[in-house]
């Protein structure tokens, strides 16, 4: 179902004309309210009307989690604080999250795009979506949330945990859509074997999957194991949270991008340079209806690629290929994104612990497992066991409580945690997707 | 009164074992008493060797992370109720023992036991006084 006809099918000439004058009104507003915008543009030689095209958009500067971090927390808001209702968070690269605000309008845009997404996998009103996405300071659960209800769904508002309590609440109450991530998808597919209960006899349609990098194999086997139809969705923080492209369930394809509020560019992550629809690179938002958190050219560190060709489905909107990658050293662990140099922090915070770490990532019965490696040095070595076991569990409490992921610590020897040329290698992911 | 003890951090895969005894052979190092204290993931070897520094040198050379520890080395009848009088002795004086291991070799009719205390003045003082036999490091390394 196509939730908003007008403007998922618009032809693509007046699609691109509500697109630029939105462009336009964005970066009048940006220019005006955000500092960090106007020195950006200040510094390239531009102003806001100097962009007379949608094609001048690549001439306006980069914006990046770095510059989001110099900002924090409210800096890069571009309306005041009276004006913002929402404030939600994600990971930074080291202590500090990001922090992005919505108005009312913005969360109503918000809530427009998660229903349209939720309707492109299948979902109509009369529908009962069980939303095991975590709220809180994750966009992933209050999105989907507020997308149910504007669809007109029923809602449950389960977030993540508890799975045996959750298949019993999908037996019970008889959902029809699933959200959540993908692999949380096949781990209440297994607790549900474990627990005696085939999904076949439960009443799911189909399941809107994200927040995290999975494949098409992986979609099979939740399809097979499920009994439902798995498409995937997008979204991140800095742009809007989930909404900002959905696949359609017809074609299961690439996922539409809502363009008549984010213009996609895919870029060389090295060069910066645009690159034509069809080649892979980083993908590169611009949002034009935002209003507290407007966000200009944001590198995504997210590779991707553009499809232009026309969906049978009927949406005009372009298709993004599904991620296939970072650019950087960025991990999605159980759907919380994690940098290695956040761990570095936890451990430099403590007392005589070196920064020789690694963190190795695996996946068992279709859990993120994180294990945090770290050489045992002279200063924290001890004769006695329970000092070195007491410093593990110290460890996994300060990552666990500072990041929000559960991670296993493992002491090992000095030198051990191979290093090339001299630089440690900090990740081992053995996730095979 | 007291007994120096290297202790090595070894992680729980084959062969790290081996590989220190074999730093320790090769430089010349003799081993008078261990023990080995593991977990699921990392053991900790302990040793009380005829030379400390050399025997440190070498492992630490070697990449190894060598701690050092004082510990007490008490001489315990080799008979019934020789190792249960000095614990005795211990526990009525509410000292708490960390761990133990035997010495390999004897001293006249007697076995040496290592203790590491929490508290190791406290312990020898309470030793001394119930007539229990403490050994000197010099007089170990050489034994």
């Not at chain 1, 110099?70 to 968070?89: C, S, T």
Request: charged letters at 25%; glycine letters at 8%.
């Amino acid at each position: 179902m196509i939730y908003n006809m007008e403007y998922e099918t618009m032809p693509r000439e007046a699609l691109e004309a509500i697109q630029f004058k939105r462009l336009q009104a964005t970066l009048e507003r940006v220019y005006a309210m955000v500092p960090f915008y106007r020195n950006k543009f200040h510094e390239a030689g531009i102003t806001p009307s100097d962009v007379r095209a949608l094609s001048d958009l690549h001439c306006l500067p980069f914006t990046t989690k770095q510059d989001l971090r110099d900002n924090y927390p409210y800096g890069m808001f571009a309306v005041p604080m009276d004006n913002v209702v929402r404030i939600h968070a994600s990971s930074g690269t080291t202590g500090k999250p990001t922090v992005v605000g919505y108005t009312a309008r913005d969360i109503e845009t918000w809530a427009e795009l998660m229903a349209r997404a939720l309707a492109s996998g299948g979902a109509s009103r009369g529908d009962i979506i069980h939303n095991a996405y975590g709220y809180g300071l994750f966009t992933g659960g209050l999105g989907v949330h507020y997308g149910a209800e504007k669809l007109g769904a029923s809602v449950i508002p389960i977030s993540g945990g508890n799975t045996k309590r959750q298949i019993m609440i999908m037996k019970d109450f008889r959902p029809t859509i699933l959200t959540c991530t993908p692999s949380y998808a096949l781990h209440l597919g297994e607790v549900a074997q474990e627990m005696g209960v085939d999904f076949q006899g439960l009443h799911f349609k189909s399941g809107v999957f994200g927040a995290e990098p999975w494949s098409e194999e992986m979609r099979q086997e939740i399809e097979r194991k499920l009994h439902l139809s798995a498409v995937d969705i997008y979204g991140l923080s800095e742009v809007l949270g989930p909404g900002v492209a959905v696949e359609c369930i017809d074609a299961k394809n690439g996922l539409h991008i809502a363009e008549d509020h984010f213009i996609a560019e895919i870029i060389d992550p090295e060069t910066g340079e645009v690159l034509p629809n069809g080649k892979r690179g980083e993908l590169v938002f611009t949002s034009i209806t935002k209003e507290a958190f407007p966000i200009v050219r944001y590198r995504t560190r997210d590779i991707s690629m553009l499809h232009r060709e026309p969906c049978i489905c009927g949406r005009t909107h372009v298709r993004m290929s599904r991620v296939t990658g970072r650019t950087d050293d960025m991990l999605i662990i159980r759907g919380v994104n994690v940098f290695p140099s956040q761990i570095e922090s936890v451990l430099m915070e403590m007392e005589g612990v070196e920064p020789h770490y690694q963190l190795v990532v695996d996946r068992k019965d279709n859990l993120d497992l994180l294990t945090v490696r770290v050489e045992v040095g002279e200063h924290i070595f001890s004769d006695e066991v329970r000092m070195l076991q007491t410093l593990e569990r110290k460890i996994s409490k300060n990552i666990k409580e500072f990041l929000g992921v559960s991670a296993k610590v493992k002491l090992v020897e000095p030198k051990t945690i191979e290093r090339s040329e001299g630089k440690a290698k900090r990740v081992i992911d053995n996730r095979v997707l | 009164m007291r007994v120096e003890q290297i202790s090595v951090f070894l992680e729980n895969k084959a062969g790290r074992l081996s590989e220190v005894t074999r730093i320790l052979s090769e430089a010349g190092v003799n081993i008078r008493a261990l023990s080995l204290a593991d977990t699921s993931d990392f053991g900790i070897l302990r040793l009380i060797v005829n030379d400390n520094d050399k025997a440190k040198e070498a492992l630490k050379r070697n990449g190894f992370t060598v701690g050092k520890t004082d510990v007490v080395a008490v001489e315990v009848g080799d008979h019934p109720g020789g190792l249960h009088k000095i614990l005795d002795v211990l526990y009525q004086a509410n000292v708490n023992v960390e761990y133990m291991y035997a010495f390999v070799q004897q001293s006249g009719n007697n076995a040496v036991i290592i203790f590491r205390f929490d508290n190791l003045e406290e312990a020898v003082k309470i030793l001394t006084q119930n007539g229990i036999k403490v050994i000197d490091g010099s007089v170990l390394y050489g034994m």
